[in-house]
């Protein structure tokens, strides 16, 4: 057994995203978002489900921030429904939507929790994607408006921001393999709605620091580390693909000013290239406060041009460990790698982990209990990676775990439980897991010995 220890101002916390928690689809004047859409679609998300009523967090602000103040956690990231405050996406406010915002925040302030705000998880306002969504480069300068009111409305009161969460998400998943609204699958789309998010990026980012508005701003982008099959140049390479397809493509503009030539190379042989206009690598690259970092799982990657390696000709294998119930396999080694990589290219940074977390479907017990002990080996293992990593001298400043409570968990609708807290979606009664209790002990020590 061994003592792991962070450091004393370690910011500690849990993560949730506001089509996956708040529900209240359709009040308050809130508009259509592109997950409303899609979730509204035959056929999309597992069971039909959607994320009409979710957690109803919208109407248990008081709930959810106790459960967070019992929980001992120094940060709460959130993020913000763009269609909540800006039903059209641009122009007329939604003041009822800016009300519930300023309601979660003064609540989190209040009990000493610091706010830790995504402005971007996936859900667009509908009326944007009817104009082309962020296909279009139109998105650009309404992104960069909806982040002006946001720090406008709460200069002082939110310190930590977050333009987008998992940008290849946003691009790739959503408008090449289509598992994602707006469920599109067209290559081409997908690069170029990576580059209008990055240049929106660059455009949030201007504003803040033009506005003055006190405090950090970064991105987090989704990185799945790979490990090579074999020791060799191609496999090792195919490695490289997988890692620069979802994290170098936005950090090498945002901290180089241009794309990694290898990828840039590797979609020019297939016919396709950014649509880059001149100016936009210059908005992209304005300096950044930290990397948010989302760690789940890594691959273990060979070379194949056959179809089993896809578009990258990089082909997934087994690593051969134990999975969770999503079917993701458990490499905490991956964790480290990948915050060793980070560093080491773009010269040791602030970073946080902006999700790490497990799913299991562990169900209630008599008593009432959830004995979850699988997401507590889950996050100890990934916690020993951590402390290891600010052990060797990279700048890890906290760890938002994934998730503060079971959610609607996107295509797999209600079916896959990230949550320490469970919640029954028929009473949306909400009751603390083991994990949560364990979770809570490590952060009010900021050491745990496993
Ligand atoms: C490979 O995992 C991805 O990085 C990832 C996993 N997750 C995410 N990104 C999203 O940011 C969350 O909204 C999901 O709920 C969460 C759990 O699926």
Redesign the pocket.
């Known amino acids: 057994m061994s003592i792991h220890k962070f450091p004393q101002d370690f910011k500690w916390g849990v993560a949730t995203?506001s089509y996956?928690i708040e529900g209240a689809y359709n009040e308050d004047g809130r508009g259509m978002s592109i997950w409303d859409t899609f979730a509204h679609t035959p056929g999309k998300v597992k069971n039909g489900d959607n994320g009409n009523v979710a957690c109803d967090s919208y109407h248990r602000v008081e709930e959810d921030v106790q459960l967070l103040k019992d929980l001992g956690v120094k940060v709460y990231r959130f993020s913000v429904s763009w269609p909540r405050v800006l039903p059209s996406g641009r122009g007329e406010v939604n003041q009822a939507g800016l009300d519930y915002y300023h309601r979660l925040v003064d609540a989190l302030v209040a009990n000493g929790i610091e706010p830790f705000c995504t402005l971007y998880?996936?859900d667009l306002p509908q009326a944007l994607q009817d104009e082309g969504g962020w296909g279009s480069r139109g998105t650009i300068d309404a992104f960069a408006e909806y982040a002006e009111l946001m720090f406008n409305e709460f200069k002082g009161k939110i310190k930590h921001w977050i333009t987008f969460?998992?940008p290849w998400?946003m691009a790739f998943l959503s408008n090449y393999l289509g598992v994602h609204a707006p469920g599109n699958k067209d290559l081409q789309l997908a690069i170029d709605v990576s580059h209008h998010l990055l240049v929106a990026h660059g455009k949030a980012v201007k504003r803040f620091r033009e506005l003055g508005i006190p405090g950090e701003i970064g991105i987090a982008p989704?990185t799945?580390w790979a490990v090579p099959y074999r020791n060799t140049e191609e496999d090792i390479e195919a490695c490289l693909r997988i890692y620069g397809w979802s994290g170098d493509w936005y950090l090498d503009p945002i901290y180089f000013g241009e794309y990694p030539k290898f990828m840039l190379e590797w979609y020019e042989k297939l016919g396709y290239k950014p649509p880059v206009v001149a100016g936009d690598m210059d908005i992209i690259r304005q300096p950044i406060d930290f990397i948010g970092i989302?760690?789940?799982?890594s691959s273990m990657n060979r070379y194949n041009p056959g179809e089993a390696g896809g578009m990258l000709s990089s082909e997934a294998v087994s690593l051969g460990v134990a999975k969770t119930d999503?079917g993701?396999e458990i490499y905490a080694e991956g964790l480290y790698q990948l915050l060793r990589y980070t560093a080491d290219k773009y010269g040791n940074p602030n970073l946080y982990i902006t999700?790490n977390?497990a799913?299991y479907n562990d169900g209630l017990e008599q008593g009432g209990r959830i004995h979850d002990q699988r997401r507590i080996d889950y996050l100890a293992m990934h916690l020993i990676q951590a402390s290891r990593a600010i052990e060797d001298g990279i700048n890890l400043k906290g760890y938002m775990e994934?998730?503060l409570m079971d959610?609607f968990?996107?295509a797999e609708g209600y079916g896959?439980r990230?949550g320490l807290v469970h919640v029954d979606y028929d009473t949306l009664v909400r009751t603390k897991k083991d994990s949560y209790y364990w979770y809570k002990g490590v952060i009010s020590r900021n050491w745990f010995e496993r």
Request: charged share 10%; glycine share 4%.
């Open positions: 995203a996956q998880h996936w969460n998992e998400c989704n799945a989302n760690y789940y799982t999503i993701w999700e977390g799913c994934w998730s959610n968990e996107w896959m990230f």
